[in-house]
C-alpha cells in the first residue's frame, strides 16, 4: 500500500490540481467586469492613503503628547474615507476569501514543503542522518527493537529512512503526535544503527510540547525528583523541589534548611526586576551611533519610546534605557518588567517595536541583530553582576551557636574564616565572575530542572556572593547570598508540563498570579535564593568539619544494601 495513504487526506493534497484550479480562477475574474477596474483603482488608492495620512498625523500626536481621541477635521474626512474604503474593499473581494483562503494556502505550503522535503531526501540518500551528519546506513546489530509498530507504522518508518518524508514533518502529516515520536524513535535507530533501548517512550504528553518545548521528540529522559525543607522563609514555609543526579546535593540542601528552621527562618528582599535584551546596530559614522545614543538616553523622549515598547505585551513595562559604543556601533540595553514570565520573547518583540519606530528618524540605521550580547543572557558577563538581570535577590539567616555545633557539626569561626578564604579569597584568586560561592549552580539547576526553566540560564542565574560573620558576640552567625541575576517565571516554557507544573505547585506559585502579576515569579526567585543559602551553609559546614569526602562516599555510590545506607 502506498505510505502516503497512511497520512491524512487534507494534508496529502494534489499541488498540481490546485494550480489548474487557481490558473482558470485568476483568468475569469480578469474576463469580467473590466468597468470595475478604475472603481477598484481609486478605492485602493483612496484607502492605502488615508491610512498613511492618519498613521503619520497619529505618530505625531504620540511625540507631542497629544491625546488620540482628539481629531481635526481633515483627520475625522480621513477617517470616514478609510472606513468607507476598506467596507467597499471588502464587500467586492470577500466571495473570493471565503471560497479560496484553504487552496490558496494549500498551494504555498505544498509548494514550499516539496522542495524542502526533495533537498533533505538527497541529503538522506548521501549519507545525512536526520539532524545532521551520520554514517551510511548499516543493518541493525544491537538489541531487539522495543517499541512494536504496526504494518502501517513500519512503511512510515520506511519512508523517513528512505528520505521520502521529512522526520521533521510527521506531527503535522499523522496528526498524532505520540505516534510520530515512536516513528521517529525506530527511524533514527535505523539511520544510526545504535539502540535506544532504555529511553522511555511512553506516559508522556507529546502535544504539550509541540511548538513550543522541543522538536523532532523521540522520548523524554527522566531526571529523579527529591524535596528539601521544611524551608522556613519570610514566616512561610516551603516544600523546595529539586531534580537531580548528583547524590548527596538533595540531603546537604535538607541540612541547610533544617539549621534555617530552628533558627528562626531566612528573609529575602528582591532588590530588581527586569528582563534585558540589547541590539546591536551600525551607522556610518561613530558621529552619528553617538546621536542615537543621546536620543535613547534623553529623559524627554523615555515616555513616546516606553509608549512604543509596551505595546508588545500588557505585562511589559520598559524601565530604563543604557546605550554603549563601540566605534561606529551602537548596543543598547532595554530593561522591562514581564510580570510572571521569564519575559525574554516579551522583552525581544518590545524591542523591535523601537528599533521600527527609530528607523524613521534614523533611516540609516542599520540593525545588525536583536540581540548583540550586551544583554547578555546565558552567559557570565560582568554586566549582569554589576546591573543585574531578571530579579535580584539578597537572602540572609541568623543560625544560632548551638545549631552550628549540633546540626552543622563545626563552629562559627571556622565557617567564618572558611568562607573568607574559599569564597571570596580562593575566588578571587581564581578570577572568578559572580561565582563567590560554594556551589550555588548546584541548587540553582536542580530547582530550574524541577520547575521547568530554562537550564542554560543557570550559567548568570548562579552568580552569587556568600558571606558570613560573627554576630551577637562573636557566638551566632549571620550568612547571606546575594543573587543579582535570577531569571525565572511561573508561566510559559516548560512550566506549563505536567511534572514541571506539580513542583511550582507545589511550591505554591504556579501560573501567573491574579491579585498581583508578578509576585509569583518574585517568590520563586526568593526561594531560589534561599535554598542556595541552605547549600551554602551546609556544604561550607561539611568542608569545614572535614565531612565532604565521607558524605559523598555515603549518599553518592550505589548500594545494593539499603541498610548500609541508613547506618
Avoid at 329 to 335: C, D, E, I, S, V
Avoid at 498 to 524: D, I, T
Wanted: hydrophobic content about 40%.
Amino acid at each position: 500500500m502506498d505510505v502516503q495513504q497512511r497520512i491524512p487526506n487534507a494534508v496529502v493534497s494534489s499541488a498540481p490540481s490546485g494550480k489548474s484550479s487557481k490558473t482558470k480562477n485568476e483568468k475569469h475574474d480578469s474576463q469580467s467586469h473590466p468597468s470595475l477596474y478604475l472603481t477598484n483603482a481609486v478605492f485602493f488608492g483612496l484607502f492605502f492613503s488615508v491610512a498613511y495620512f492618519l498613521l503619520h498625523r497619529w505618530r505625531e500626536k504620540i511625540r507631542t503628547s497629544t491625546p488620540l481621541h482628539v481629531l481635526t477635521i481633515s483627520e475625522m474626512i480621513a477617517l470616514v474615507s478609510l472606513i468607507a474604503s476598506f467596507f467597499y474593499l471588502m464587500a467586492f473581494f470577500s466571495i473570493g476569501f471565503i471560497l479560496h483562503p484553504f487552496a490558496a494556502s494549500s498551494d504555498v505550503h505544498y509548494d514550499e514543503e516539496d522542495e524542502v522535503e526533495a533537498e533533505i531526501a538527497k541529503s538522506i540518500t548521501t549519507g545525512s542522518c536526520l539532524a545532521g551528519v551520520a554514517p551510511p546506513l548499516q543493518p541493525k546489530t544491537t538489541s531487539p527493537v522495543t517499541v512494536h509498530l504496526s504494518s502501517d507504522d513500519e512503511e512510515v518508518v520506511q519512508a523517513v529512512v528512505s528520505g521520502s518524508i521529512p522526520s521533521y514533518s510527521l506531527e503535522s502529516k499523522l496528526g498524532d503526535c505520540r505516534r510520530a515520536a515512536a516513528i521517529r524513535n525506530q527511524a533514527v535507530e535505523r539511520v544510526t544503527g545504535r539502540s535506544l533501548e532504555g529511553l522511555p517512550l511512553e506516559n508522556f504528553d507529546y502535544d504539550s510540547i509541540l511548538g513550543q518545548c522541543c522538536e523532532m521528540p523521540i522520548g523524554f529522559v527522566q531526571i529523579p525528583v527529591g524535596v528539601a525543607g521544611p524551608l522556613l522563609l519570610d514566616g512561610k514555609e516551603f516544600t523546595v523541589p529539586m531534580a537531580t543526579t548528583e547524590g548527596c546535593l538533595v540531603a546537604s540542601t535538607n541540612r541547610g534548611c533544617k539549621a534555617i528552621y530552628v533558627s528562626g527562618g531566612a528573609s529575602a528582599v528582591v532588590l530588581r526586576d527586569g528582563m534585558t535584551r540589547a541590539p546591536v546596530v551600525r551607522f556610518n559614522s561613530a558621529k552619528r551611533a553617538s546621536q542615537l545614543k543621546f536620543f535613547l538616553e534623553d529623559p524627554r523622549n523615555f515616555d513616546s519610546l516606553a509608549h512604543t515598547f509596551n505595546k508588545s505585551s500588557r505585562f511589559a513595562r520598559l524601565q530604563n534605557i543604557k546605550a554603549t559604543i563601540a566605534g561606529k556601533n551602537l548596543y543598547t540595553r532595554f530593561t522591562c518588567s514581564t510580570g510572571d514570565a521569564m519575559g525574554m520573547n516579551m522583552v525581544s518583540k518590545g524591542v523591535q517595536n523601537v528599533l521600527d519606530f527609530l528607523q524613521c528618524d534614523f533611516p540609516d540605521m542599520d540593525v545588525i541583530g536583536i540581540s548583540g550580547n550586551f544583554c547578555s543572557d546565558k552567559k557570565a558577563a560582568a554586566v549582569n553582576w554589576i546591573e543585574g538581570r531578571g530579579k535580584s535577590v539578597v537572602c540572609e539567616a541568623v543560625i544560632k551557636e548551638e545549631v552550628v555545633k549540633k546540626v552543622l557539626k563545626t563552629s562559627v569561626e571556622s565557617l567564618v574564616e572558611l568562607n573568607m578564604l574559599k569564597n571570596l579569597t580562593g575566588s578571587a584568586m581564581a578570577g572568578a565572575l559572580g561565582g563567590f560561592n560554594a556551589h550555588a549552580s548546584n541548587i540553582v539547576s536542580a530547582i530550574y530542572l524541577a520547575t521547568g526553566q530554562d537550564p542554560a540560564q543557570n550559567v548568570e542565574s548562579s552568580h552569587c556572593m556568600t558571606m558570613m560573620e560573627a554576630v551577637n558576640d562573636g557566638k551566632d552567625l549571620h550568612v547571606s547570598v546575594t543573587m543579582p541575576s535570577i531569571e525565572v517565571g511561573t508561566v510559559g516554557g516548560g512550566t506549563q508540563l505536567a511534572s514541571q507544573s506539580a513542583c511550582l505547585n507545589l511550591l505554591g506559585v504556579k501560573g501567573a498570579s491574579k491579585e498581583s502579576p508578578g509576585s509569583n515569579s518574585r517568590q520563586l526567585a526568593t526561594i531560589v535564593a534561599a535554598s542556595v543559602l541552605a547549600g551554602e551553609l551546609s556544604l561550607m559546614s561539611a568542608i569545614a568539619a572535614g565531612q565532604l569526602v565521607k558524605s559523598h562516599m555515603k549518599y553518592n555510590r550505589s548500594s545494593k544494601d539499603v541498610t548500609k545506607i541508613a547506618s
